[in-house]
Every structure is written in structure tokens, then in C-alpha cells.
């Protein structure tokens, strides 16, 4: 069900490199996966962040699931919706794609949970700031965006689609 590296998925790895490498930082990891993947699957309004704004962090800095994951999720619930005219079905579809991809960041990374992954806790006072001054989010956490976002534009050519669809509802637990 994992799509390999096409086109589609290193365009979607520069477009994250960009708004989220950006010197002005503007974007954290779950709002660029969001923007990201709405813009590669031809969504509505695909720079606006605003639904992924708080899951930056692990969710509000929880240091809780991954931005990236999180972010991500939001843009697979849309396109499922998109696409699919039963909501059961997108709902089962984008659950499955979701979970795909949780295990491949968690293989790829060792963790899912933001606070592992980058040793801050964001919430802490001076965190925050410290974690910025590392520049792990410009080496560690790109990387993590960039496992998302690679593995999911795939998703937005038809034919990756419409075989994805197939298997999950053919394989999957209802």
C-alpha cells in the first residue's frame, strides 16, 4: 500500500523545505505538512494553516504525536472527503492511510511522540527558544516532515489512489 518516490513526493519535499526552512519561521511542522499536502492534492485554500495551528509540538507543545503526523491527517481527512462520496468510506480510507504512515514514521524514526524526538519540552519555560537556538527543527524535524509529506503526495495521482482504495477496503478491520 506504500507508494514509492515519484515526482510528486520530492516536489511536495521542496515546497515543505521552503515554508518551513523559511529564515522568519513562520510555520511549524504540522501547519507546513497541512499547507503542503492540501496544495499537492489540489485542496481548497492550500495556504491556509489555520486547522493545524494549535497541533505544532506534539499538539499545543503537549510534546505529545508528531506535528507532522497530525498536520498530515487533517490534509488525508480532506481528500478522503473529497474524493469519496460515502463518508463511511473516507473515513475508513483516511484511517488506514493515517495509520500506514504512523508506522512508517515510527519505523523510520524510532517515535511518534514530538517531546522523544526532539528532547525539548516546549512548554518549559526557555524551551521553546532553546530548541530553536539548537536547529534541530532545521535538521530533525525537516527530515520527519519530509517522511510525511514524501509518503503521502503520492496520494494524489488517481491511479496511487484509486489502488489504495481498493486495498484498504478489500484488507481492512471495520
Avoid at 506504500?2 to 511549524?28: I, N, Q, S
Avoid at 499537492?40 to 507532522?68: K, Q, T
Avoid at 488506514?96 to 514514521?105: D, K, S, Y
Wanted: hydrophobic content about 40%; charged content about 25%; aromatic content about 6%.
Amino acid at each position: 500500500m506504500v507508494p514509492g518516490t515519484t515526482e510528486r513526493a520530492e516536489a511536495a519535499r521542496r515546497l515543505a523545505r521552503e515554508l518551513y526552512l523559511d529564515e522568519g519561521h513562520p510555520y511549524g511542522c504540522a501547519e507546513t505538512c497541512f499547507m503542503v499536502l492540501k496544495s499537492v492534492y489540489g485542496l481548497d485554500h492550500p495556504r491556509d494553516p489555520s486547522a493545524a495551528i494549535g497541533l505544532n509540538g506534539g499538539v499545543g507543545w503537549s510534546g505529545a504525536m508528531c506535528g507532522a503526523l497530525t498536520g498530515a491527517a487533517l490534509a488525508i481527512g480532506l481528500l478522503a472527503e473529497h474524493r469519496l462520496d460515502d463518508h463511511g468510506r473516507a473515513k475508513l480510507v483516511a484511517r488506514e492511510l493515517v495509520a500506514g504512515t504512523i508506522e512508517r514514521f515510527r519505523e523510520e524514526h524510532g517515535t511518534v511522540e514530538c517531546r522523544e524526538l526532539i528532547g525539548y519540552d516546549l512548554r518549559a519555560p526557555g524551551e521553546h527558544d532553546a530548541f530553536l537556538e539548537s536547529g534541530l527543527w532545521r535538521t530533525r524535524c525537516m527530515a520527519q516532515i519530509e517522511t510525511v509529506v514524501g509518503h503521502l503526495a503520492p496520494y494524489a495521482e488517481a491511479a496511487v489512489w484509486d489502488r489504495a482504495v481498493l486495498e484498504i477496503e478489500a484488507t481492512a478491520v471495520r
